[in-house]
């Protein structure tokens, strides 16, 4: 999907990541009309609507508390992506209750699936309450704004053990990128890191590899996904990785804990490691500032 009218095709859906596009420079030929492309966003991630554990028993007020905080901002994001597990368990209750925080963004939503939203390999579930309008069908997604080409990959078809996108998406996705400049600036969506962030815990995605060969040759590409509940930055030649803290709790650092899962802090300490990031694009370069609740 490359309609610049996608947004009023989103604004029901999602949940997280909120774009404030300004005046950006359209393509032409080979080069860009207006280098001074500025693009602000905000990123959520991890919601983990339902969960009740002792690392955080208010999931939905914490969600709440970062929605009420992009509704803040001065100027409205042009649309909001959330970045997976939007619930704990995909039961049709917790999506709901989680439709309910999310349908006060002022900002046009936009929402990937987590593994926890596809519990028992059902998308249906997530479809039905968040899934991508207009999406392929195997519910990934690209749109141009603003001179930025954006992808939404899903890549939690692997669940628990780690990500995998499977070779109907990497065909979509090679076929996607043949129609873009090098010098387009590329901002890709997924839920688990594409690239071995730690494989010991699952952090990884299987085939993540021929998907970042595709995109290596293209001069910004920025890749923001959720999964592991804390920031990890990492670059590849042009490619710059960021992961996103959730709003629901923290995971251990990797390798300082036998397991990933649920982290366990004192409340006002919680507060500072969950939240959500703004980002701004400039001349295709990501710059990002964290935003915790406490």
């Not at 300082?256 to 802090?265: E, I, R, S, V």
């Given at each position: 999907?490359?309609?610049?009218?996608?947004?009023?095709?989103?604004?029901?859906?999602?949940?997280?990541?909120?774009?404030?596009?300004?005046?950006?420079?359209?393509?032409?030929?080979?080069?860009?009309?207006?280098?001074?492309?500025?693009?602000?966003?905000?990123?959520?991630?991890?919601?983990?609507?339902?969960?009740?554990?002792?690392?955080?028993?208010?999931?939905?007020?914490?969600?709440?508390?970062?929605?009420?905080?992009?509704?803040?901002?001065?100027?409205?994001?042009?649309?909001?992506?959330?970045?997976?597990?939007?619930?704990?368990?995909?039961?049709?209750?917790?999506?709901?209750?989680?439709?309910?925080?999310?349908?006060?963004?002022?900002?046009?939503?936009?929402?990937?699936?987590?593994?926890?939203?596809?519990?028992?390999?059902?998308?249906?579930?997530?479809?039905?309450?968040?899934?991508?309008?207009?999406?392929?069908?195997?519910?990934?997604?690209?749109?141009?704004?603003?001179?930025?080409?954006?992808?939404?990959?899903?890549?939690?078809?692997?669940?628990?053990?780690?990500?995998?996108?499977?070779?109907?998406?990497?065909?979509?996705?090679?076929?996607?990128?043949?129609?873009?400049?090098q010098q387009t600036p590329i901002v890709v969506f997924t839920h688990v890191?594409?690239?071995?962030?730690?494989?010991?815990?699952?952090?990884?995605?299987?085939?993540?590899?021929?998907?970042?060969?595709?995109?290596?040759?293209?001069?910004?590409?920025?890749?923001?996904?959720?999964?592991?509940?804390?920031?990890?930055?990492?670059?590849?030649?042009?490619?710059?990785?960021?992961?996103?803290?959730?709003?629901?709790?923290?995971?251990?650092?990797?390798?300082?804990?036998?397991?990933?899962?649920?982290?366990?802090?004192?409340?006002?300490?919680?507060?500072?490691?969950?939240?959500?990031?703004?980002?701004?694009?400039?001349?295709?370069?990501?710059?990002?500032?964290?935003?915790?609740?406490?």
């Open positions: 999907m490359r309609r610049n009218d996608f947004l009023s095709h989103v604004a029901w859906t999602g949940s997280g990541i909120a774009y404030a596009l300004s005046g950006a420079g359209i393509f032409s030929g080979r080069a860009l009309a207006d280098a001074a492309a500025t693009t602000q966003f905000v990123q959520i991630s991890d919601s983990h609507i339902g969960f009740h554990q002792p690392a955080n028993p208010d999931v939905s007020a914490t969600l709440k508390a970062s929605v009420d905080a992009i509704n803040a901002m001065p100027v409205q994001p042009k649309f909001v992506v959330h970045t997976g597990d939007i619930t704990h368990l995909s039961t049709q209750a917790q999506f709901d209750d989680a439709r309910a925080i999310l349908s006060q963004l002022r900002a046009p939503l936009i929402a990937l699936p987590g593994e926890h939203d596809v519990l028992g390999d059902d998308f249906k579930t997530y479809r039905t309450n968040f899934g991508i309008e207009d999406a392929e069908d195997g519910g990934w997604a690209s749109w141009d704004d603003a001179g930025v080409h954006y992808i939404a990959l899903l890549n939690v078809f692997n669940f628990e053990k780690m990500g995998l996108m499977g070779n109907d998406q990497l065909a979509w996705l090679k076929k996607d990128l043949q129609s873009q400049y890191p594409l690239y071995a962030l730690y494989p010991q815990w699952g952090w990884t995605t299987q085939d993540g590899a021929s998907a970042l060969a595709m995109l290596s040759g293209f001069d910004h590409v920025t890749i923001l996904n959720g999964h592991i509940h804390q920031i990890v930055t990492h670059v590849e030649g042009n490619i710059h990785f960021a992961s996103a803290t959730a709003t629901a709790y923290p995971q251990p650092q990797p390798g300082t804990a036998p397991n990933p899962g649920p982290l366990t802090l004192p409340h006002d300490q919680l507060l500072h490691a969950i939240g959500y990031r703004t980002v701004r694009l400039d001349t295709g370069t990501a710059a990002i500032e964290q935003h915790p609740l406490g």
